[in-house]
């Protein structure tokens, strides 16, 4: 549930995984995802790096969320605390994703297709 509500200790440390590097605007303008460097757009030339595929895809009530979070932003300059905060969810998908899967690992039947 701490990953969920952004509140796990090791989202700090981890954070450092998806890089916000490049100099700009900072302006959400275009949203976009390129999967072969897995790294998401917010306008031509500054992105978010290290988003795997199934971070970027995770769904969770109909929604994308790493686009979603974004698109909604359109429009907007993303500050420190949103960068980081895009950071952080990125880093709680991949945590819930791996989680999802040592799940599935251990009770038996599961998941069930």
Same mark, same amino acid.
């Given at each position: 549930m701490s990953w969920h509500l952004l509140t796990n200790p090791s989202l700090q440390i981890m954070r450092s995984q998806i890089k +916000?590097?490049?100099?700009?605007s900072n302006a959400v303008e275009k949203v976009r995802y390129d999967d072969n460097l897995h790294r998401v757009y917010i306008n031509k030339t500054q992105y978010f790096e290290g988003i795997a595929p199934d971070v970027w895809n995770f769904h969770i009530g109909g929604y994308q969320v790493c686009e979603k979070w974004l698109k909604v932003r359109k429009g907007r300059k993303?500050? +420190?605390d949103g960068q980081s905060h895009y950071q952080d969810i990125a880093v709680a998908i991949k945590e819930t994703i791996r989680l999802?899967?040592?799940i599935d690992a251990v009770v038996p039947g599961w998941p069930v297709t």
């Open positions: +916000y590097d490049i100099k700009g993303l500050n +420190y999802m899967a040592e």
